[in-house]
């Protein structure tokens, strides 16, 4: 499964600390066998999920874990009128 890369949308932007308003999908690169492209994620990037609450834990463990790791920060914003759960990287 791999899933696109896509600049945040407009209900994540207040948490993003830097945006360079870019328009552009990137395709993922490196490692094709991880669920959720977190390493790959660029600052004001990122990514969305089907909801479903076992999904949004699932998503909010792996964001608490990737982030500590990674040495980044991530945001779980979930769009009830789109039914999906988006990731996006803030710091």
Do not use: Q
């Amino acid at each position: 499964m791999s899933l696109p890369i896509y600049p945040c949308s407009d209900k994540a932007r207040p948490f993003v600390l830097k945006i360079d308003n870019s328009t552009e999908i990137l395709e993922r690169k490196g490692e094709r066998h991880r669920l959720y492209p977190f390493p790959e994620m660029p600052l004001g990037y990122s990514f969305a999920v089907p909801y479903s609450p076992s999904k949004y834990k699932s998503v909010a463990v792996t964001a608490s874990v990737m982030g500590k790791k990674l040495n980044r920060r991530f945001k779980i914003i979930r769009h009830k009128e789109l039914d999906v759960v988006e990731v996006v990287r803030i710091a």
